[in-house]
């Protein structure tokens, strides 16, 4: 006699196959032991299964998923218009941190160039200040004085030392 | 699908609906099958928190695409086929601590946290069943617990999974004989 294969067996219990392969398994369990202890094995099987029981939800499964869905679309509001974009140049793995890593350099390039530029403009201030500060306080400037003026005097006293 | 919450209205109406932006549809289609969905994933996680989070995933998925459901199936195949997808990427993403069956069998094979929680022998019994669930290859889980637990066709479990009506049949089959070579050492020891 042939056996019903395995499989087709699990089908049968599972009530899977056509009216005709059913009526044929049905016949041939009626004179197969063999068949019909493997068939008592698989539906021990699902008979096992039944000891697993539902478990109830959560009443507050409505209310966190409401919670979810708002603050998802919270962050969505702010992402939504380069996230395909964001996602087809994998934003976050490579283009932010490649972003991040060239406006650090250009800050620095920046920075230095800047700092160059003020520093080279202040020195220039800075001479010209000094200049203007020399030629305010030189001697120059008593020469003109009218004759038998106190500054003119002091003037002479000094030319004189120095004619001396 | 088991549901308790059934308004009689059609699944079809309500994800319209739903597509539009209407909360309430959304809310009653969450009641209808927040007991199936949940369970399913339950079953195949073994963890309710876990299950919980992933079961919210996919009313989200619901949500944002109500509008790609054009309705050329049933709507709890298409809902069943997230629920599919969803458990399948989380398997794949992290690798579960299962706590072997054999580890759990073994000499005080319980662990003391469950003990105080198994308090019935039916309990003991479903506990032993879910772990040995669980340590089956993840697509013939998935068909079992569809076939077993969600009374669902091998056509609709075939269409759920996208994969042909002998490869569900072959994918039960298989599960059963894994679960039949887990349960016969501990039916000779009369463990269950």
């Known amino acids: 006699m042939r056996h019903i294969k395995k ?5 049968f219990l599972d009530g899977e196959v ?30 096992f299964l039944g000891f697993v029981e539902d478990v109830e939800v959560s009443p507050y499964f409505f209310v966190r998923l409401k919670q979810r869905i708002t603050r998802e679309k919270s962050k969505a509001v702010i ?24 406006c650090l350099f250009f800050s620095c390039l920046i920075g230095s160039y ?21 030629d305010v306080l030189s001697m120059e400037i008593f020469d003109s004085h009218p004759e038998g003026s106190l500054s003119s005097a002091y ?8 004619n001396e | 699908m088991k549901n308790s919450y059934n308004s009689g209205v059609p699944d079809i109406k ?37 299950a919980c989070d992933i079961a919210q995933e996919v009313f989200i998925k619901v949500w944002r695409h109500a509008k790609s459901f054009k309705g050329k199936s049933k709507f709890t195949t298409w809902l069943h086929r997230i629920v599919v997808n969803q458990c399948l990427s989380y398997r794949s993403k992290r690798k579960l ?57 091998y056509a609709e479990i075939a269409q759920i999974m996208g994969v042909s009506l002998s490869s569900v049949e072959s ?18 020891k009369d463990e269950i």
């Not at chain 1, 499989?7 to 089908?11: D, W």
């Not at chain 2, 209407?22 to 199936?36: I, M, R, T």
């Not at chain 2, 580890?103 to 032993?128: D, H």
Request: proline share 4%.
């Open chain 2, 14 to 50: 309500i994800i319209k609906k739903v597509a539009l932006g209407d909360g309430n549809a959304f809310e009653q289609l969450v009641k209808k099958y927040e007991h199936s969905v949940f369970n399913t994933i339950y079953r195949y996680i073994g963890d309710s928190d876990e």
């Open chain 1, 7 to 11: 499989i087709k067996l699990s089908a």
């Open chain 1, 18 to 47: 056509s009216p005709e392969e059913r009526a044929e398994i049905v016949e041939h369990l009626k004179f197969c032991p063999f068949c019909r202890r493997e068939a008592e094995e698989l539906s021990r099987v699902s008979d």
């Open chain 1, 155 to 162: 003037n002479n006293l000094l030319l004189g030392e120095e």
């Open chain 2, 97 to 153: 601590r299962i706590v072997s069956l054999d580890e759990t069998m073994e000499k005080g094979k319980i662990p003391e946290s469950l003990k105080v929680e198994i308090e019935f022998e039916g309990k003991r019994k479903a506990e032993i069943v879910r772990k040995a669930i669980d340590e089956l290859p993840g697509r013939q889980r998935i068909a079992l617990i569809l076939s077993k637990f969600d009374n669902k066709s």
């Open chain 2, 171 to 188: 994918l039960i089959f298989r599960a059963k004989e894994n679960l039949k070579k887990r349960f016969l050492p501990m039916r000779e």
């Open chain 1, 79 to 102: 992402r939504l218009p380069f996230k395909k974009w964001a996602r087809r140049y994998h934003f976050e793995r490579i283009v932010f941190p490649l972003g991040v890593t060239a």
């Open chain 1, 114 to 134: 800047l700092g160059k530029t003020i520093y080279t403009t202040r020195m220039e201030i800075e001479v010209e200040v000094s200049d203007e500060f020399a």
